[in-house]
């Protein structure tokens, strides 16, 4: 565990010392200790640079050009038979060196072995669609470029997939602020109902940890419950610890009755 310090409300900066704080790795192999990975890599390197490559909790890892990505994913899909690409994203490292982190996590079934594929792309730069390679990186594509505004080219229908085709900013870059900027704050307001109803809604409520105690139909309000959607109620309710009648034998807990002990005895 990382020993404390004081953040000073690091959340409404966009930057701070730690962002970056990367926790020890476990340990790397050689690629040699494993024969099937050895051939693997064998064979990549005898068509592509390889920058860097091991293996870490029993899988391959391959550091490669992100120019290479499309030729070199179709290598290992035809000649290393890694048929499936399980996922594939992207880690902002933009203020850090200027470049996002990108992979390509694949799995052989007949080898019943897995492969890493890594890169880095700088801002602003264009990647290439795998697409082609592996049917599974419609969506992921997708994601990464609504998520973090990476730019895909060769892909057949590169539009956003989780948010609104006219949201404004990408959400998982670490400049992103948690509970959304300007935009985010009004965006429902200014599409459902007009600009002009601003001062009369107000904004949206984007903390997720805020809890109104009288809204009966997301959360419970603990000593004055109600029925699902009633009226609030500031009546306190109590409930005893055993059911009506009680347990044969066993005396009758009430919470009335019950105390606190402030330590162990």
Not at 32 to 37: K, N, Q, Y
Not at 183 to 198: H, L, N, P, S, T
Not at 234 to 259: A, C, M, N, P, W
């Amino acid at each position: 565990m990382r020993p404390y310090s004081d953040k000073q409300n690091v959340q409404k900066k966009p930057y701070y010392s730690d962002r970056y704080f990367v926790a020890p790795q476990i340990p790397k192999e050689a690629v040699e200790s494993d024969a099937v990975f050895a051939q693997d890599l064998a064979i990549l390197q005898a068509k592509f640079e390889v920058k860097e490559a091991y293996i870490q909790r029993g899988q391959l890892v391959v550091y490669i050009d992100a120019r290479d990505n499309v030729a070199l994913l179709q290598t290992l899909k035809d000649e290393c038979a890694y048929n499936i690409l399980s996922e594939h994203s992207a880690i902002d490292w933009l203020a850090k060196s200027n470049e996002f982190e990108l992979f390509y996590q694949l799995l052989s079934t007949s080898k019943r072995k897995r492969l890493r594929v890594k890169c880095f792309i700088h801002e602003k730069e264009v990647l290439q669609s795998v697409y082609g390679v592996y049917k599974s990186a419609d969506w992921a594509e997708r994601e990464m470029y609504d998520m973090f505004g990476i730019a895909i080219s060769g892909h057949p229908y590169m539009k956003r997939l989780l948010m609104p085709d006219d949201w404004f900013g990408h959400p998982l870059l670490k400049t992103y602020p948690l509970h959304g900027d300007e935009a985010a704050r009004w965006y429902e307001i200014d599409k459902i109902f007009g600009k002009e109803y601003r001062d009369i809604i107000g904004p949206e409520e984007r903390d997720s940890a805020r809890v109104d105690e009288n809204d009966t139909y997301r959360f419970a309000r603990l000593g004055h419950e109600v029925p699902f959607g009633a009226e609030p109620s500031r009546e306190k309710t109590f409930h005893d610890y055993q059911e009506e009648g009680g347990v044969t034998i066993v005396k009758s807990l009430k919470k009335s009755e019950s105390k606190i002990v402030k330590e162990r005895p």
